[in-house]
């Protein structure tokens, strides 16, 4: 069964060990997705890797780490109608990929499709699966999941002409967090974002990783968020409530600092979101004050 409609995006740096398994999974699905790689100047051999393990894998060298930018590189040269992300530590479970271009064929509305994430090795769902099927934007009577307010990257399908019509990921945010501005922009074109419990991205989380710079970003791309898509006075209560909420610790103080020190520009390319979406982010917004969702703390 293979199916042309979708090519699935990985972005890395200094993971070749993961991201091969993560090749090796994708090459076994019965789609046959093309696949392209971003190798965000890795220095562990990674794109010779690749090149002798996967020679069908698209293979996009920047020569510098752009974050998930590299994904956007990406999606330039994509051809198919939809494209799916995953991490270098995450991979799409057989026939997700089908599901979710049935979903994006059916529905024409519907700009992202976002699956159920497993934790690997141990085969546990991922607390934030919860979140998600329990999602409180509202949703039209048509759409054939919970409606999101954002989605993650490692375990969605988007319309590539959507993708790139919203501008793709903002080049300043780099990474941690970076799919909510994305979401809020596909959601003032006029898409909407759902949530699919049948579909299956498995995520086996890497050591390689430095979790309190991706805190420290998280946090910061949260404040820019709010500063760049948020009225006046949501953004204001947002920023207070960050400011009281988020640890108190390095990490967090350097996030506020890089974002403030970022005014400059937030206040040029500040573009507040239509009234339809910006109520539905106080939906979600009212439901996080009392939740652990990973993208605002870490």
């Known amino acids: ?19 091969l398994r993560t090749l090796d999974r994708l090459a076994e699905l019965p789609e046959k997705p093309p696949v392209f790689v971003t190798d965000n100047a890795s220095t562990d051999g990674t794109a010779a890797a690749v090149a002798h393990h996967h020679p069908e894998v698209r293979l996009l060298r920047p020569g510098r780490n752009l974050g998930a930018v590299g994904r956007n590189l990406a999606v330039r040269q994509v051809r198919t109608p939809y494209v ?14 089908s599901g979710a271009a049935d979903l994006l064929d059916r529905y024409p509305a519907l700009g992202s499709v ?24 509202p949703r039209p009577g048509w759409l054939p999941g919970p409606a999101l307010g954002s989605f993650l990257a490692a375990a969605t399908v988007l319309r590539t002409d959507a993708f790139r019509a919203a501008g793709g990921f903002h ?60 009225p006046a006075g949501p953004a204001l209560r947002r920023t207070l409530h ?17 974002a403030a020190a970022a005014l400059p520009w ?30 605002y703390t870490g």
């Open 1 to 19: 069964m293979t199916d042309p409609r979708t090519t699935v995006v990985v972005i890395t740096h200094n993971r070749c060990p993961e991201l």
């Open 84 to 97: 799916a992300f995953c991490d270098d530590d995450s991979w799409w479970a057989p026939g997700a990929l």
């Open 114 to 137: 976002t699956a159920r994430i497993v934790v690997e090795p141990d085969g546990v769902e991922d607390p934030i699966n919860e979140e998600l099927r329990n999602s409180p934007v």
């Open 171 to 230: 080049p300043r945010l780099w990474l941690g967090g970076e799919e909510e501005l994305l979401a809020v922009d596909l959601a003032a074109d006029g898409w909407w974002l759902t949530y699919a419990e049948d579909l299956t991205v498995h995520h086996q989380p890497s050591e390689v990783r430095d979790s309190t710079l991706r805190r420290t970003h998280g946090i910061r791309n949260t404040l820019w968020f709010t500063w760049l898509r948020r």
């Open 242 to 258: 960050l400011a009281r909420t988020v640890p108190r610790d390095a990490a967090s103080l350097r996030a506020f600092a890089e």
């Open 266 to 295: 937030v206040l040029r390319e500040r573009r507040v979101v239509p009234a339809a979406v910006e109520s539905r982010l106080r939906a979600l917004e009212d439901a996080q004050r009392h939740s652990t969702a990973r993208r």
